[in-house]
């Protein structure tokens, strides 16, 4: 995902917009990983929270993209580290796992959330029957999507800033 840093029209109709503003927060999210070691990476920087790491939100925001469009958008198996009871936080447990390698994963997630948002109604209810949340519909769950991957770019932001000062806004 090339970093654009577009925000979407200001007449745009309602999908391009919501799709529009999550790409935005997911470039985002690129963007603040770019020219990291992996060993930053990895490092915490945050005493009460060790899993918080560049890799680790990473990590998480891919295993949610996946949980929201593929699991209770479409109904398909929760088998995700996160939906494991042990360890708790398994989707940010990344331990050894290149970087580049999540991003890759992040991106490819992405795309595959951007096909599911394209083929289907954003008034389409999603279908997995044993969990609540899957009762929003597809605008509900892209807009919790662009909320969380916000909320973690903002976190990547600070974490990125106390392991070697880089700082910056789109």
């Given at each position: ?163 070697d000062g880089d700082t910056g806004y789109y």
């Open positions: 995902m090339s970093p654009s840093h577009e925000r979407p029209p200001f007449t745009a109709d309602e999908r391009t917009a919501l799709v529009g503003w999550l790409d935005l927060q997911r470039s985002i999210v690129q963007w603040k990983c770019k020219g990291l070691s992996d060993k930053d990476a990895h490092r915490a920087v945050l005493p009460s929270s060790p899993l918080m790491t560049m890799a680790g939100v990473i990590s998480h925001l891919r295993w949610t993209e996946q949980t929201w469009f593929e699991v209770l958008f479409l109904g398909g198996p929760a088998d995700g580290p996160q939906f494991q009871e042990e360890p708790e936080d398994a989707d940010m447990r990344v331990e050894g796992i290149p970087l580049d390698q999540l991003l890759d994963e992040y991106e490819r997630q992405c795309a595959v959330s951007n096909k599911i948002i394209a083929a289907h109604s954003l008034d389409e209810v999603g279908r997995h029957p044993d969990f609540r949340s899957a009762a929003a519909n597809l605008r509900w769950m892209v807009i919790h999507m662009i909320e969380e991957t916000a909320r973690h770019a903002g976190h990547l932001d600070a974490i990125r800033e106390l392991l």
